[in-house]
């Protein structure tokens, strides 16, 4: 027969989601970011698309290989433009290097390799794209701030929780924002609508009036009714 569990000691209650701290919550959300891998054909072309907000800087890492045991080299080209066709980082013949760029606005951004097809060759195998994208706080250099700001480890894990914590207000911010002008536009669209169906049933009202008086007159014209 199994003994019963013991019980929680005094003073010392069990560990759940509940029982995380928020700061142990925040520091699980700082984590770093995976890159993206994928494989890039022949004569093919790749895009990656993100909403970025305004005033974020943006830094990645890409690497262009071609598979074990190809003769060739890795070729193609990278563009990373934003929804308006500005482009803010171009390279031809990329296979390895860094970017980084500050938007203006809030917009979609998107990285496009192009695979390019040496001349003289035939179909060439498929070249492993890896792509490590970050931005806002994620893009940041904390170590670098440790060393300009001579910061001690704690203190940079505050400053990093700081920046994250204004990240999210932000984006709360945006969200609130958002919700007002889509409850602006609903309350617009609902007021054209009401205006709308008012102005329709005056129509029906008016159209339904004529022809009485007209059937009645048109009647009265064939002595049909007095």
């Known amino acids: 027969m199994p003994l019963p569990p013991l019980p929680p ?32 054909p022949g004569k093919a072309r ?4 993100e909403e970025i907000h305004r005033d ?9 290989s071609p598979p074990p045991g190809s003769s060739t ?5 990278l563009k990373i433009t934003d929804s308006a066709g500005h482009i803010l980082y171009a390279k031809e013949d990329a296979t390895k290097g860094k970017f980084a760029f500050t938007t203006e606005d809030y917009d979609m951004f998107e990285a496009c390799f192009e695979s390019k097809l040496p001349v003289g060759t035939g179909r060439m195998p498929d070249q492993l794209v890896t792509l490590d994208m970050k931005h806002g706080v994620e893009a940041k250099n904390y170590e670098e701030i440790a060393k300009v700001e001579k910061l001690k ?4 894990e505050l400053r990093r929780l700081e920046d994250l914590s204004e990240s999210i207000v932000n984006d709360f911010a945006y969200m609130k924002k958002r919700e007002e002008e889509m409850r602006d536009t609903n309350e617009s ?7 709308f169906s008012i102005f329709s049933m005056c129509c029906l009202i008016g159209l339904a009036t004529w022809q009485v008086f007209y059937l009645r007159r048109f009647f009265k014209a064939k002595k049909l009714i007095e």
């Not at 480890?153 to 940079?156: F, I, K, S």
Request: hydrophobic share 45%; aromatic share 4%; charged share 15%.
């Open 46 to 49: 790749k895009c990656l698309r």
């Open 56 to 64: 974020t800087l943006v830094t990645g890492e890409y690497e262009i």
């Open 153 to 156: 480890p704690l203190e940079v």
């Open 9 to 40: 000691l005094p003073g010392r209650p069990r560990l759940g989601r509940a029982a995380l701290p928020p700061l142990l919550l925040l520091l699980l959300l700082v984590g770093p970011a995976r890159p993206i891998s994928f494989q890039l």
């Open 73 to 77: 080299g890795p070729s193609a080209n």
């Open 189 to 195: 669209t609902n007021t054209r609508v009401l205006y």
